[in-house]
């Protein structure tokens, strides 16, 4: 993984990606703190499912600082509102230099906006294979969430593992996905295949930009530019 020179702005039409800041705290818990948000993930309303989010966000924050910085987890801002829609990453600490984790996640207010998730991961995995130089990301995702299946198949991602019940880590293993049955699916995108392996890899390359292009430099810095002065 090479480190980026600046830290990751990233801008599409609708949304920017950028490093969470302080201020962006009170709104990243009252998302995780939604009924909706809760509900999903089997968190109670009290202080210590607060406590968790806020130590998250702290989390996020000391990543910002670690040289060389292995892992990205940046908030989902609407270009035009400023609002909070949620977050997306690439983590590779403890992973092989080219190789990253993938996640994403949308407030429950947005949950839904499928073109939302597209776009801020478009943005994201590109900053991956382009800036970041990655030959591989990763995710790791329930068999029933349908979103990020079809997210993941649009991208044209290849399931390359599905465990069930004593296969799974303990940390996926609750006593809701054993009720459920559901699976641990993990997923790989090869850089050759985001490129050039499908009919939709112009239109993912086309459709974001960097900020701060002209600071860039070497391969990847011009076709940022070129995005930037095409938008």
Known sequence: MRSPELPPRLESKRFILRDFTPSDRAAFVAYQMDERYRALYGTADNDSTRASSNALFDRFLAWQEEQPRRNFQVG???????????????????????????????????????????????????????????????????????RIARLADWFGAEVVAERHGSENSPEFTTEWTTECGTAKVDWSLKRNLWEHGTPDASRRTDSFFYANCNHKTGTAAEMQKQACEGM
Do not use: Q, Y
């Open 76 to 146: 989902i801002f609407d270009k035009s509102s400023g609002d909070l829609l949620g977050c997306v990453g690439l983590r590779g600490k403890d992973l092989p230099v080219d190789s990253a984790i993938f996640g994403i996640e949308l407030s429950p207010t947005h949950w839904g906006r499928h073109r939302a998730a597209i776009e801020a991961s478009t943005m994201m995995i590109a900053f991956g294979f382009r800036e970041l130089d990655l030959a591989s990301i990763m995710g790791v995702t329930a068999s029933d969430n349908k």
